[in-house]
């Protein structure tokens, strides 16, 4: 029996209200964009690389160059999605490609934060790092599993749209290990509230 979800089930997550928010800002540039002849998948290629660079200066200890950097390339990560839907090309693969790209780009952010460290002799900071990593992660397999199973997993007090928020602003500020280590309890804590609620679902099956 497929359970019909609730109105907390269905609320937008922080990414989807940010989205929607900057819906009229981000559809003249999106519009823009598609006139020069690029593709979305070319601006999620560019986002990818834009953290990937920003990451490299991170591990050197530049944060602020690479928080700006990041910074920069959060509006990039929407621009991909507004430009395919005004082409009247949205897909699941564009959406797939998209996803994969975002924890790609996560990870890589977490890595230069965990060389940092580790080059840094700070091995208690590189475990933060790397418990920050778990929980980002698990977050997004927790939903994505949650969903190819028919449930809903849409709750969480740490997205993916916070734990920007949050760890961004602490790199810029320099003071990087404070935002991983509210990304470390409050995203494996998110993964856990999601897990409870998929079994609340399951229950009611």
Excluded: C, W
């Excluded at 003249?28 to 200066?57: C, E, H, K, M």
């Excluded at 994505?144 to 961004?168: D, H, P, Q, W």
């Amino acid at each position: 029996m497929q359970v019909k979800p609730s109105t907390e089930e269905e609320r937008l997550t922080p990414t989807e209200y940010v989205r929607g928010f900057f819906k009229g800002i981000l559809t003249p540039i999106a519009d823009f964009l598609n006139r020069l002849g690029l593709y979305p998948n070319t601006i999620t290629l560019i986002g990818l690389i834009g953290s990937t660079v920003g990451a490299i200066f991170v591990a050197r200890g530049d944060f602020l160059i690479g928080g700006l950097i990041l910074l920069a390339m959060g509006p990039i990560d929407a621009l991909d999605g507004a430009m395919a839907r005004l082409r009247g090309e949205p897909s699941d693969f564009g959406a797939f490609v998209d996803s994969v790209t975002d924890r790609y780009s996560e990870l890589i952010i977490m890595g230069g934060l965990l060389a940092y460290y580790l080059i840094a002799n700070e091995p208690l900071f590189a475990g933060l790092v790397f418990v920050a990593a778990v929980g980002s992660v698990m977050v997004s397999y927790t939903r994505a599993r949650a969903e190819s199973l028919g449930f809903n997993a849409k709750v969480g007090i740490l997205t993916r749209m916070e734990r920007y928020i949050v760890l961004i602003p602490s790199i810029l500020l320099g003071y990087p290990h404070i935002g991983v280590g509210i990304v470390a309890l409050l995203a494996n804590i998110t993964a856990l509230q999601r897990i409870l609620f998929v079994r609340r679902q399951a229950r009611r099956r």
